[in-house]
């Protein structure tokens, strides 16, 4: 599809959208080329990117983006992964340049903050004006289904946060930035379970005929893990699309080596 020259999506890296996602949509990251976690790295060495997301990189891009059109901008809220000041930053820096600007604030993270993006992105490629590509993005919000194993809750639970709702070391599922125990087993069991509550969960909402499944897997070091999801998903589960990426170093600070997540939407535009 060929971008939209009149409209631009921005949205925090640390939603760590894969990178097939970003090509041919008027879709651009902030920062735009972040470092993703493809190698093992320890919790120590992670630590020392622990510091929350600054506003300049969300305003810097929006800021490019106004130079050829309006800005969407789409926000990473779980206090880590985007800064909460930036949307203001940006508004004003977008609309010194003559161009009208919107936020998006997910009052999410990881990719239930990135497909809203998408959508919006895909909308405005289409023609969208600011307005519809907002309303694209909103209409997914609280349809994008997420699950994930955590082997590392001390990081996703720092002191200074209660974004868990329990110490969790095994499958998860998100509750905006809350993090929510489904089960704790062992790791290899826990990679399946995932893989059985993914599908489950597909299963119900296909009889609903909600339109094409879209299916996004990330990881932090554990290829091997995402990549066999994203084959079960188009091999059992009849997924339109499947990707498959590490997410950003910077996200990983908070989920820790080995995490993997499937997130997934259903889009009705065929």
Known sequence: MAPSRFLTVVVDAAASIPAA????????LAPADPVRLRAYENVSSLALDASPAEASAAVEACRAASATGDVLFVSVDDGHGGAGEAADLARRAVEREGRAFAHLA????????????????????RGA??????????????????????????????PST???AAPVRGVARWDGTRLVAVSRPQRDAALGMLRD????SVAREA???RGRLRVAVVHAAAASAAEALGIWAESRLAASEVTVDAVT????????????AVSWVWDAEL
Not at 21 to 28: F, V, W
Not at 130 to 142: D, K, P
Not at 197 to 200: G, R, V
């Open 21 to 28: 996602l970003l090509e041919s949509r008027p879709l651009l």
């Open 106 to 125: 997910t009052g999410a993270t990881l990719l239930q903050a990135g497909w809203p993006a998408v959508i919006a992105a895909e909308a405005a490629a």
């Open 129 to 158: 004006d600011l307005e519809a590509a907002l309303h694209a993005g909103r209409s997914v919000l609280r349809a994008t289904g997420m699950l994930g194993v955590i082997d590392h809750p001390e990081l996703a639970n720092p």
């Open 162 to 164: 209660s974004n868990l």
């Open 197 to 200: 509550l993914f599908t489950s």
């Open 207 to 209: 009889a609903e005929a």
């Open 249 to 260: 170093r910077h996200a990983a600070v908070r989920l820790g080596p080995g995490f993997v």
